[in-house]
C-alpha cells in the first residue's frame, strides 16, 4: 500500500523553526515529485513548496521564499521541509504528496494525512 507520513509539525513560538518530515512506505520516492501543501481554517489549501524527482530544481511560495527550504534523501524514502523565521500566518496542517510524472502538481496522486503547524505566543 502506498502510503506518505508527516511528522514534525507542533506549537512553536514566532520566529521558530520546525522540520516536517515526509515519509513514504509502500513505494520509492526516487521518482516522484513531491510538494509540500498547507491548509489553514478557512482558508482554501495552497501550495508551499515543490522538489524535483533529484533535489535538482525547488520551487516556493512567495510567502516563504527565504524562510522555508525543501529537501529530500531518497536512501531514507524522505523529504523534509526545514520552516525558519516561523510567523502566525504559517499555522496550517502541512500535507506532502508526490506525483510520478507532474513537477508541481496541483492535483498530485499520492497524499499524506498531514500535521499541524501552531505558531503562537
Known amino acids: 500500500q502506498l502510503q506518505l507520513v508527516e511528522s514534525g509539525g507542533g506549537l512553536v513560538q514566532p520566529g521558530g523553526s520546525l522540520r516536517l518530515s515526509c515519509a513514504a512506505s509502500?513505494?520509492?520516492?526516487?521518482?516522484?515529485?513531491i510538494s509540500w501543501f498547507r491548509q489553514a481554517p478557512g482558508k482554501e489549501r495552497e501550495g508551499v513548496s515543490c522538489?524535483?524527482?533529484?533535489?535538482?530544481?525547488?520551487n516556493y511560495a512567495d510567502s516563504v521564499k527565504g524562510r522555508f527550504t525543501i529537501s529530500r534523501d531518497n536512501a531514507k524514502n524522505t523529504v523534509y521541509l526545514q520552516m525558519n523565521n516561523l510567523k502566525p500566518e504559517d499555522t496550517a496542517i502541512y500535507y506532502c504528496?508526490?506525483?510520478?510524472?507532474?513537477?508541481?502538481?496541483?492535483?498530485?496522486?499520492?497524499w499524506g494525512q498531514g500535521t499541524q503547524v501552531t505558531v503562537s505566543s
Open positions: 509502500g513505494f520509492t520516492l526516487d521518482y516522484y515529485k
Open positions: 504528496a508526490a506525483d510520478r510524472y507532474a513537477y508541481c502538481s496541483e492535483k498530485p496522486t499520492h
Open positions: 522538489i524535483s524527482s533529484s533535489g535538482g530544481i525547488t
